[in-house]
């Protein structure tokens, strides 16, 4: 990774400007992680309002919804308002020219791995499809787009980012990646191993896709693609928890060994995914950097010999 990360070829390195709070000089990280602490709380506290709602108001489920809606809008809408007053810059990294597209590419791809993941599984004969009635699919929507939204904010905005700040663009990938492991720790029957996996195949994987774009709405698309085909369309567990309405029911071989089928964590815990996930991260930086490289020699050729671009 140190090898792919070397050069400053990424998108994501032109938002690790350092301005405003954050800027160069006396106590630089301990600021950064300051900062970085601050925008956690706020951000936390924010999200709770919607616990806070469904405390109060449990039977209407259009308040719910309405209230998880504004509750992401405000977290948003605070994230760009700190990063302008606080970093002094424009968060970019929202920039929505090319949301739509970059969502839908990422949401696919969390598709594509975790299908490419089941149909291992099942051809090496420790996983089976039961077919069943799926009555639920918008509920299921509407909670694999606000885990994404939610945990990308935190972990990719706020910590990744913050981290990459602090101690660079390399350690900031690695520490945010195993406090993304640690923080499904808490997940029912999750184990070490659990952990590590989520590290090395979602951690890793969602920060690569940032790196790449230099914004974070492939990373969001990816985390919802990967939650909803893994428990609405297939039915497996999800990080250790289990989904109830689903597609497909997925079976694994009770006698099959947990290193392969990830045991009562699911399918996330399975050394395929794993595999899987730490292949796609290391293509996707490296098809990336090879697309910087040859835009940058492109652009190098044409100012050399005097053309402008259109």
């Known amino acids: 990774m140190t090898t792919l990360l070397s050069r400053r070829t990424y998108p994501a390195f032109n938002l690790m400007s350092q301005r405003g709070v954050i800027s160069p000089g006396r106590w630089q990280r301990l600021r950064i992680l300051c900062w970085m602490m601050v925008m956690l709380i706020i951000t936390v506290v924010e999200f709770g309002l919607q616990t806070a709602v469904r405390s109060f108001i449990t039977t209407n489920s259009t308040v719910v919804l309405c209230a998880a809606f504004l509750t992401l809008i405000l977290a948003y809408a605070s994230y760009v308002a700190l990063i302008r007053y606080g970093e002094q810059r424009y968060a970019n990294e929202l920039a929505p020219r090319h949301a739509v597209r970059e969502l839908l590419l990422g949401v696919l791809a969390g598709v594509v791995l975790i299908s490419a993941v089941m149909a291992v599984l099942f051809a090496v004969g420790v996983a089976s499809f039961h077919q069943q009635l799926w009555t639920d699919w918008a509920h299921d929507v509407r909670e694999a787009l606000g885990t994404g939204f939610l945990e990308e904010l935190l972990a990719r905005l706020i910590i990744f980012r913050l981290l990459s700040c602090a101690f660079g663009i390399h350690a900031g990938t690695i520490l945010s990646a195993f406090l993304f492991g640690v923080a499904h720790l808490h997940n029912p029957n999750a184990t070490l191993l659990s952990g590590m996996a989520i590290a090395v195949e979602a951690g890793l994987l969602f920060s ?12 969001i698309g990816a985390h919802a693609g990967w939650n909803f085909t893994l428990g609405a369309l297939f039915g497996a567990r999800v990080s250790g928890m289990s989904s109830d309405d689903s597609l497909l029911r997925t079976s ?37 950097r090879r697309h910087a490289t040859r835009h940058g020699r492109d652009a190098g050729t044409l100012a050399a010999s005097g053309q402008t671009g259109g």
């Not at 690569?208 to 990373?219: C, D, N, P, Q, V």
């Open 208 to 219: 690569g896709f940032y790196i790449a774009t230099g914004r974070i709405w492939m990373s």
């Open 252 to 288: 694994f071989d009770p006698s099959a060994p947990t290193w392969l089928t990830g045991g009562t964590f699911g399918p996330e815990a399975s050394i395929v995914t794993i595999v899987f996930g730490l292949a796609t991260f290391v293509t996707t930086l490296a098809l990336s």
